[in-house]
């Protein structure tokens, strides 16, 4: 240490890319709320964050709230629709000393663009049982200046929690520091009850202390003017006085707990960073090294990527060129305090990637499939990534995509070869009914899911037709299924040629060999 859903809008000045599904309203508590939902699966198959509070508890951010698993994903805790929640999606999770925090934000339509909105945190020291609100960090109107050290800086107040939602959350003694992109980055030393802004170089300049003589203004860029480095994305702590912070414009350090600042881009060092827009940031606890996702902003020298360092950001090593980086993990050997070795996990747009040589070499991940029910994963990003390190040399591997949730454990340092996959939907009506999600859908950017229930294990064929009854498309033709109560097939949108349906009305049809047959409808909407 985020309905393509993920809808991408230009991703510099898009606050909608940490949603994919759009909750549809919104609203705030300020008080304490004693809640309990469970259920068989996350509420939302857009997993944005995955964290662990301790290693039997599991936090997801989602595109509809936060979900958690303390029996290994045999059951969830989903928040969505609680009044503590409501309906917005999570933008950022953190855990520190016994305490959860989830960051929160809505959409809204704004001259025809869709922008994100802060909606504000909630943090719990009872493992959720009970959350506290705290409104979106924004400035008063009158918050035009700012003291850093000899210097008296001009300042831009945010005074709305439009384009101002938090992206990162981390820790130090006493301080919880996030980073949003229009309010950059901000702490607090009273569990959210005021915030204060922390002053960042700006463009022009690799560092600040406050013995410099400064002349510059605290304000993220817009149009030519302000600074690509006040607009924040991502915040690591290592210790209480050391810092990372990605913005647009680079990665700063910190050592003495935010007063002072070096700046690291694409431009100012002869082994720089891939690119300056930095969207994440963790630390391989192995061996101290610092690894950030990369992407290109708006230098021609600049690329996608994921950078390291293992000297503290003095230099850095480039890998996975190319690819679109979101998240990290780590599965280290040995013991806490002796580790014997790490592999690195990455989360890109194209899969999730491994390394057990330090980034020299990456193996992708396979494609992610249900060792039970078949169910796939047809992802077209992968947003999240995180290890849980059990006893006997076992590790969960739990990946978060844009269509849904996946766990495969292992005992290797290869890919696990068994899945489980979590695919949030309402349970069938009865063993005779069935429905496909979502619908409409578009084949673009989703696929259609085909649920139904099978009372015992059956040869199944899946017919798609379109309204005059003509054959589209054979989506399985006597697949072998298990008993299973919530079975799940998918159709892509094509038809037989592997073209792009057009947009209409659809039937299929479920012909099981046991002689059951299941009918349905689904709308293709491009």
Same mark, same amino acid.
Not at 2 to 30: D, G, H, M, R, V
């Given at each position: 240490? *985020?309905?393509?859903?993920?809808?991408?809008?230009?991703?510099?000045?898009?606050?909608?890319?940490?949603?994919?599904?759009?909750? &549809?309203?919104?609203?705030?508590?300020?008080?304490?709320?004693?809640?309990?939902?469970?259920?068989?699966?996350?509420?939302?198959?857009?997993?944005?964050?995955?964290?662990?509070?301790? &290693?039997?508890?599991?936090?997801?951010?989602?595109?509809?709230?936060?979900?958690?698993?303390?029996?290994?994903?045999?059951?969830?805790?989903?928040?969505?629709?609680?009044?503590?929640?409501?309906?917005?999606?999570?933008?950022?999770?953190?855990?520190?000393?016994?305490?959860?925090?989830?960051?929160?934000?809505?959409?809204?339509?704004?001259?025809?663009?869709?922008?994100?909105?802060?909606?504000?945190?909630?943090?719990?020291?009872?493992?959720?049982?009970?959350?506290?609100?705290?409104?979106?960090?924004?400035?008063?109107?009158?918050?035009?200046?700012?003291?850093?050290?000899?210097?008296?800086?001009?300042?831009?107040?945010?005074?709305?929690?439009?384009?101002?939602?938090?992206?990162?959350?981390?820790?130090?003694?006493?301080?919880?520091?996030?980073?949003?992109?229009?309010?950059?980055?901000?702490?607090?030393?009273?569990?959210?009850?005021?915030?204060?802004?922390?002053?960042?170089?700006?463009?022009?300049?690799?560092?600040?202390?406050?013995?410099?003589?400064?002349?510059?203004?605290?304000?993220?860029?817009?149009?030519?003017?302000?600074?690509?480095?006040?607009?924040?994305?991502?915040?690591?702590?290592?210790?209480?006085?050391?810092?990372?912070?990605?913005?647009?414009?680079?990665?700063?350090?910190?050592?003495?707990?935010?007063?002072?600042?070096?700046?690291?881009?694409?431009?100012? *060092?002869?082994?720089?960073?891939?690119?300056?827009?930095?969207?994440?940031?963790?630390?391989?606890?192995?061996?101290?090294?610092?690894?950030?996702?990369?992407?290109?902003?708006?230098?021609?020298?600049?690329?996608?990527?994921?950078?390291?360092?293992?000297?503290?950001?003095?230099?850095?090593?480039?890998?996975?060129?190319?690819?679109?980086?979101?998240?990290?993990?780590?599965?280290?050997?040995?013991?806490?305090?002796?580790?014997?070795?790490?592999?690195?996990?990455?989360?890109?747009?194209?899969?999730?990637?491994?390394?057990?040589?330090?980034?020299?070499?990456?193996?992708?991940?396979?494609?992610?499939?249900?060792?039970?029910?078949?169910?796939?994963?047809?992802?077209?990003?992968?947003?999240?990534?995180?290890?849980?390190?059990?006893?006997?040399?076992?590790?969960?591997?739990?990946?978060?995509?844009?269509?849904?949730?996946?766990?495969?454990?292992?005992?290797?340092?290869?890919?696990?070869?068994?899945?489980?996959?979590?695919?949030?939907?309402?349970?069938?009506?009865?063993?005779?009914?069935?429905?496909?999600?979502?619908?409409?859908?578009?084949?673009?950017?989703?696929?259609?899911?085909?649920?139904?229930?099978?009372?015992?294990?059956?040869?199944?064929?899946?017919?798609?037709?379109?309204?005059?009854?003509?054959?589209?498309?054979?989506?399985?033709?006597?697949?072998?299924?298990?008993?299973?109560?919530?079975?799940?097939?998918?159709?892509?949108?094509?038809?037989?040629?592997?073209?792009?349906?057009?947009?209409?009305?659809?039937?299929?049809?479920?012909?099981?060999?046991?002689?059951?047959?299941?009918?349905? &409808?689904?709308?293709?909407?491009?």
């Amino acid at each position: 240490m *985020q309905n393509f859903l993920l809808l991408i809008l230009f991703i510099f000045f898009s606050t909608s890319y940490f949603a994919q599904e759009l909750p &549809k309203t919104y609203e705030l508590y300020n008080s304490n709320y004693l809640l309990k939902t469970a259920d068989k699966t996350p509420a939302s198959n857009t997993i944005e964050r995955i964290i662990f509070s301790d &290693k039997s508890t599991i936090w997801l951010g989602t595109s509809k709230g936060a979900s958690k698993s303390t029996d290994n994903g045999a059951s969830w805790t989903n928040y969505y629709k609680t009044q503590s929640f409501g309906e917005e999606s999570v933008s950022a999770l953190g855990f520190y000393s016994g305490t959860i925090w989830v960051a929160t934000w809505k959409p809204k339509e704004f001259l025809g663009q869709i922008i994100g909105v802060g909606s504000g945190l909630r943090y719990s020291i009872d493992n959720g049982s009970t959350w506290t609100s705290i409104p979106q960090p924004v400035d008063a109107k009158g918050d035009s200046v700012i003291f850093y050290g000899v210097n008296k800086l001009k300042a831009t107040p945010i005074t709305v929690a439009e384009e101002n939602f938090i992206y990162d959350i981390a820790f130090t003694k006493n301080t919880v520091w996030i980073v949003s992109r229009a309010a950059g980055l901000r702490k607090s030393t009273d569990l959210g009850k005021t915030w204060q802004r922390v002053v960042l170089p700006p463009d022009n300049l690799n560092s600040i202390k406050p013995t410099d003589l400064l002349n510059f203004s605290l304000k993220p860029k817009e149009g030519t003017q302000g600074n690509l480095n006040h607009i924040a994305f991502s915040i690591l702590a290592v210790d209480d006085d050391t810092l990372y912070v990605g913005t647009a414009g680079g990665i700063n350090k910190s050592t003495d707990g935010g007063i002072s600042w070096i700046k690291f881009n694409n431009r100012n *060092q002869l082994k720089p960073i891939s690119g300056d827009f930095v969207l994440s940031i963790e630390s391989n606890e192995f061996d101290n090294s610092i690894w950030a996702a990369t992407w290109k902003a708006e230098g021609q020298s600049e690329y996608w990527g994921v950078s390291y360092s293992h000297d503290g950001g003095k230099s850095w090593n480039i890998a996975l060129s190319g690819e679109r980086i979101l998240d990290f993990a780590f599965k280290y050997y040995g013991q806490k305090g002796s580790y014997t070795g790490a592999d690195v996990f990455a989360a890109a747009w194209s899969g999730a990637y491994r390394s057990n040589n330090n980034g020299l070499t990456w193996l992708a991940a396979p494609k992610l499939i249900d060792s039970d029910s078949r169910i796939t994963i047809k992802a077209t990003k992968y947003l999240s990534i995180e290890t849980n390190q059990l006893e006997k040399n076992s590790t969960d591997v739990w990946i978060g995509t844009n269509d849904g949730l996946a766990k495969g454990n292992e005992t290797n340092g290869l890919w696990a070869d068994n899945w489980k996959i979590f695919l949030a939907s309402t349970a069938v009506a009865s063993s005779a009914e069935t429905y496909a999600f979502p619908n409409p859908f578009s084949p673009d950017v989703d696929i259609a899911r085909i649920k139904y229930s099978l009372q015992k294990s059956s040869n199944v064929t899946i017919r798609i037709f379109d309204f005059g009854m003509n054959l589209v498309k054979t989506v399985l033709q006597n697949a072998y299924r298990g008993e299973n109560s919530d079975q799940i097939d998918s159709w892509d949108g094509k038809d037989e040629n592997e073209n792009i349906v057009p947009n209409g009305v659809y039937f299929y049809r479920i012909d099981l060999d046991s002689g059951g047959k299941f009918f349905g &409808k689904i709308i293709v909407l491009l």
